[in-house]
């Protein structure tokens, strides 16, 4: 059964980027969207966005200007980094595994969150 | 905002049976998948496709869709399925942006 795991700082400062990766075990990155969702205290869940494991990458429009993710297929692992942020980009960060089909997608594997907290 | 649209909260008397509704113009053509999510966990999956539930998932959850509305409905709720909720779709752009529902917090009572 495949196991995602995120790492990263749990405290950035106002203004700068936030940075995570997550591992990918037990499976392959191969046929799979590689996606980032998160969860601001309290709240809801929102997507950020996904990588297909061919490279081409779908933002959410709200977060598209400050937002890249990569992929390295060679260490099962992928990675987010988000830039200029605010006490607003406070939340819990899900790396997620997700299929889209041509009428359905969905989210089949979830790592089990880290809390980044923007503050100085 | 979302464009899926989701009420806060539903309770259930336990054994009973509770829908929950999301709405959204995206599920005209497209279906959503569910998520439970309970406190201090990381969501999981439940239900997607045309009724599609992963391995372990109960077959008291299902799911039915009318126009615009998708509903998920836990017939005979148990103690365990108190949780938040969440639909995910497609946005109505066309672009292939995934999008979630506020969360419906379910209470069984």
């Known amino acids: 059964q495949v196991q995602l795991q995120e790492a990263g700082p749990g405290l950035v400062k106002p203004s700068e980027t936030l940075s995570l990766t997550c591992t990918v075990s037990?499976?392959?990155?191969?046929?799979?969207?590689w996606s980032w969702i998160r969860q601001p205290p309290g709240k809801g869940l929102e997507w950020i966005g996904y990588?297909?494991?061919?490279?081409?990458?779908n933002y959410n429009p709200s977060l598209k200007s400050r937002v890249t993710t990569l992929l390295d297929t060679s260490k099962n692992q992928f990675s987010l980094r988000l830039n200029s942020v605010t006490a607003a980009d406070t939340a819990v960060y899900y790396c997620?595994?997700?299929?889209?089909?041509?009428?359905?997608?969905?989210?089949?594997?979830w790592g089990q969150g880290t809390l980044v907290t923007v503050s100085s | 905002s979302s464009e899926l649209t989701q009420d806060p909260a539903v309770s259930v008397a336990l054994g009973q049976t509770v829908s929950i509704a999301c709405q959204g113009d995206s599920l005209r053509n497209y279906f959503a998948s569910w998520y439970q999510q309970k406190p201090g966990q990381a969501p999981i999956l439940v239900i997607y496709?045309?009724?599609n539930r992963p391995s372990g998932i109960p077959d008291r959850f299902s799911v039915s869709t009318s126009g615009n509305t998708a509903s998920l409905t836990i017939t005979g709720a148990q103690a365990e399925d108190e949780a938040d909720y969440y639909c995910n779709s497609r946005d109505i752009s066309g672009a292939f942006n995934w999008v979630f529902g506020g969360g419906t917090r379910v209470t069984v009572l």
């Open positions: 997620a595994r997700g299929l889209d089909y041509a009428d359905y997608a969905r989210i089949d594997s």
């Open positions: 496709g045309d009724n």
């Open positions: 990588m297909y494991y061919s490279g081409s990458t």
């Open positions: 037990g499976g392959s990155i191969s046929g799979y969207y």
